[in-house]
């Protein structure tokens, strides 16, 4: 079953019945001098497909991949750098309202949105969207957070570091140039209440870190990411297959 509507054609798919449709969503922005602009596109994408492949073969459950959107809202001084794209919540929030009417309105209403930007906070979206759509379910992950990183890497950073170079490595190692990657040091805020997590502000790009990145990705390698990418996507699958076949609530 064709799973990828990136390389899929009407030909093939439409007679097909699908029961999730997933969208990769991540971001126009610099990671660091040796990974591409659309890394959070590419990597949500890959572990989209991965996931919809294990969940046909293993559970039978049929997904459908969307194309990914490269749609991220980015922190003060990242619209600084050369193209990197800030999308306001209510562009984001356009985009995603139309994808769910098109979808509802042809018959399908399960949506897992796979983020692979940390700007990008869809919650409220969907509250929102459960208002106008109350029939339709709309599931939200990170897939960088679906496994504890640390279990798998030996310096997990936050962007461009070991976790998301070791993952694209894994993917297209022929995107990776490590040999130019900066080390990826940041700094921290100069207020300890701010670094302890007693409120939020964003970070400002380019007072934090100097070649973008922020972690080390010094130690990355494609084995390393192909554990991650495999147990990120054994859970997606399962994900995707509960969804598809069972009640979201308890009796």
Known sequence: MICDLSVSNYGTIRDAQYDVAIL?????????????YLTDSILSHDIAVDAALKASDVYGTQCMVLPPLALGAQNPGQRDLPFCIHYRYETQKAVLTDIISSLQHQGLNKLVIINGHGGNNFRNMVRDLNVDFPDFVIAVSEWFRVCPAKDYFEIPGDHADEVETSVMMHYHPEL???SQAGQGNSKPFALSTLNEGVAWIPRHWTKVSTDTGIGDPSHSTAEKGKRFACAVTDRYALLLHQLASGDIYLD
Do not use: I, Q, S
């Not at 990769?24 to 591409?36: F, I, K, Q, R």
């Open 176 to 178: 990776v140039e490590l």
């Open 24 to 36: 990769p969503w991540g971001a126009t922005e610099p990671h660091n001098y040796h990974l591409p």
